[in-house]
């Protein structure tokens, strides 16, 4: 098993009320431009009605969703993200939140007490999840 340090939250940049599956997502990931060999996140929350979290590429396997922290880190992606203009809005809904930190719960089990991060907390080029994770869920203590 790879040495897991970290949780980093990203959004799919699709627009809100949209909903995709981690199916879908890997279609997209492993066609161009991208041409990865799996989709780059490990999950995905869907934008369903409860919020169904999905399997993307298996933890066990490094990511691929944040420049230089792939390594050491799970990727997890809420679908959403964007306003229909396409800029950068937290859509995320309630059960989108609930399966969240539900899961988040659950890898901090399997992985021990993992900070959570967001994809804007390594980069300012991007607004990735368009919101600060730190301020939206001070209860997971990051
Ligand atoms: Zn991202």
Redesign the pocket.
């Given at each position: 098993m790879r040495d897991i340090k970290k949780i980093i939250l990203?959004?799919t940049a699709t627009r809100e009320g949209k909903d995709y599956s981690a199916d879908t997502i890997r279609k997209w990931h492993m066609s161009e431009p991208r041409m990865w060999s799996d989709i780059g996140y490990h999950f995905v929350i869907r934008n369903d009605e409860n919020g169904t979290i999905e399997r993307g590429r298996p933890v066990e396997k490094k990511g691929a969703?944040?420049l230089g922290e792939n390594s050491n880190s799970i990727g997890i992606?809420y679908v959403g993200g964007v306003d229909k203009d396409l800029k950068a809005k937290d859509t995320m809904t309630a059960c989108q939140e609930e399966s969240f930190l539900k899961l988040v719960e659950s890898l901090r089990i399997v992985f021990g007490d993992l900070p959570v991060f967001g994809?804007n907390d390594f980069t300012n080029k991007?607004e990735?999840?368009s919101f600060k994770v730190k301020k939206k869920f001070p209860q997971l203590g990051v």
């Open positions: 990203h959004c969703h944040t992606a994809h991007k990735c999840p």
